[in-house]
């Protein structure tokens, strides 16, 4: 072989000259790593975003030609203001905060028992007892809940085997949220709700008290604290970070589906509903991005308290 072609050889190739100047360049390399996917999250979300909060909200629309007229006017915010409008917003945003505090209640004890006691494969189990709903369609949970909340659904089928058909009927005759049965009321809206978005509550409470040290438990029994006392002051506080975010997650889900209450609850209008017709069938985009801008508003507000209550600084 000759002197030329070991020269060659024995040179670097210019893959792996790239891979040196990365390697020595790490700012660089973690720049390019990063620049498609920000490129795409500012082009398209932050770009959609925008265009939404400075342009479109702030148009009308023509009520003689249906036409958007792109000029500055408050008008449009001005319509949501309507008593009509303000009742779907109040009820978008109750049925957020009564699925949060619910989701809430319901998944602190299953992240508890899945972080402190569930151990091996129990442990498994439990992740893929709240994940595995989360590999099937969205839209298939939702028509099954229909179909187990309907009149002749299995809930109103059990209700009456156990004796408790009149509990049932006493909760359907609520006014406002009762109905003819609980997949056209709001209770059968709720519980659909509180199905779909659980786990997204489940998941960060269990990060979190997975975080909360053992030896601090043990310290507050040995200084005598019972055992309410000791959730009270050591554990809630610590796992509270894991709580508040999972309400992020279902409290902005909730105000934002339009899928869930247009299969299961009564003809009542939710946010994203509104959203939904405005921009589709009515062919009012203005009105449509001012609505739009309700949630964000409602949960920069909710992120400000939160931080503020110092719910982030364990995060």
Not at 254 to 279: A, E
Request: charged share 10%; with cysteine; hydrophobic share 55%.
């Amino acid at each position: 072989m000759t002197a030329a072609a070991l020269q060659a050889r024995a040179a670097p190739s210019p893959t792996r000259r790239l891979a040196s100047f990365l390697f020595a360049r790490p700012r660089l390399f973690l720049t390019l790593l990063l620049a498609p996917p920000l490129l795409w999250l500012g082009v398209v979300y932050l770009g959609s975003m925008f265009a939404l909060l400075t342009q479109q909200s702030f148009f009308s629309i023509d009520e003689f030609t249906g036409m958007i007229r792109r000029e500055f006017t408050l008008r449009t915010y001005a319509e949501l203001l309507r008593p009509a409008h303000v009742d779907i917003i109040v009820r978008t945003a109750a049925m957020a905060a009564a699925v949060t505090l619910a989701a809430a209640v319901v998944a602190f004890p299953v992240a508890y028992y899945m972080a402190r006691h569930a151990r091996g494969r129990v442990k498994t189990a439990c992740y893929l007892a709240v994940l595995l709903p989360l590999w099937s369609s969205y839209l298939v949970r939702v028509y099954a809940w229909k179909l187990i909340l309907a009149k002749e659904g299995i809930i109103t089928w059990l209700s009456g085997s156990l004796g408790l058909g009149g509990l049932l009927d006493a909760v359907l005759g609520l006014p406002v949220i009762g109905g003819t049965s609980l997949s056209v009321s709001y209770v059968g809206t709720f519980l659909v709700f509180l199905y779909i978005w659980l786990p997204y509550m489940i998941l960060p409470i269990q990060a979190a008290l997975e975080r909360v040290p053992g030896s601090m438990i043990e310290a507050s029994a040995d200084l005598g604290a019972p055992p309410h006392r000791t959730f009270a002051s050591v554990i809630l506080p610590l796992a509270f970070p894991g709580v508040v975010a999972g309400s992020i997650f279902t409290f902005s889900l909730t105000l934002g589906d339009y899928i869930i209450p247009q299969i299961v609850g009564s003809s009542r209008l939710f946010l994203g509903q509104v959203v939904y017709i405005q921009q589709g069938t009515a062919g009012n985009i203005p009105l449509a991005a001012a609505f739009c801008v309700v949630p964000i508003v409602v949960m920069s507000i909710y992120l400000t308290l939160a931080r503020r209550a110092g719910a982030f600084d364990a995060l």
